[in-house]
């Protein structure tokens, strides 16, 4: 969905490097998810945030962090990159619309750590 | 949420129907079933949700059991631009996608 835009597409980094994957919207959503794909696998929670103020661990969490910069910006930073990090990372929003609470996906960034 | 189980995998002539089953023995009351679809490592795409009427829209039936313990996707008149991997969740239709998709289906359409 164009409404939700990750930077950058692809990525290929070095071990021990620190990157930052920024997610940006316009759809005025409060709530804002990113997410994790390993390959056959489906996705897992890494971070949420229901609001600006707002940060939640999800269910993988460790080796990285968050900011909400804004209603519009959510960023994942990986602190210190490690090989099983390589992985495609999917930003999200959701809310709700006609009763029900929609989300609404980026296109993904595929990270590789070597 | 609930727990769900699909199968692996789904093979589909196209054309015809597709039917996709999904196990959810553990839905509470109050859990919607949705559906979502992933085309190729693109993100994915909300495709239909229910409670416990079966639901039909421009995509994609849901029949839900009278039970409400699994539920079946139909996708009338299957494309090749139909394949992709569906997952189904049971959730609450509020407090946040806190859900983890898990695997889901693998759904080949082939000419």
């Known amino acids: 969905d164009a409404d939700v835009t990750q930077t950058p597409r692809n990525r290929i980094t070095k071990t021990g490097k620190r990157i930052m994957l920024e997610c940006s919207q316009t759809k005025g959503h409060d709530r804002m998810y990113w997410y994790r794909q390993d390959p056959g696998l489906g996705l897992r929670l890494i971070y949420y945030?229901?609001?600006?103020?707002?940060?939640n661990k999800g269910e993988i969490s460790d080796g990285y962090s968050v900011s909400r910069q804004a209603q519009a910006k959510f960023s994942l930073s990986l602190e210190s990159a490690i090989p099983n990090q390589t992985a495609l990372y999917f930003c999200a929003t959701s809310d709700w619309e006609q009763g029900l609470e929609t989300q609404y996906f980026g296109p993904g960034t595929r990270l590789l750590v070597l | 949420d609930a727990k769900t189980t699909q199968p692996p995998s789904m093979d589909c002539a196209e054309g015809r129907a597709a039917n996709l089953p999904c196990n959810h023995s553990t839905i509470s009351g109050n859990e919607y079933v949705y559906w979502y679809r992933q085309i190729h490592s693109q993100g994915p795409q909300y495709i239909i949700h229910g409670l416990k009427n079966n639901e039909t829209n421009e995509m994609a039936s849901l029949i839900i059991t009278e039970d409400r313990k699994s539920s079946t996707l139909i996708l009338p008149h299957a494309t090749l631009r139909d394949t992709a991997v569906y997952y189904c969740i049971a959730r609450l239709n509020t407090g946040g996608f806190k859900t983890i998709f898990g695997a889901g289906t693998r759904l080949f359409v082939k000419a």
């Open positions: 945030s229901f609001d600006v103020k707002d940060i």
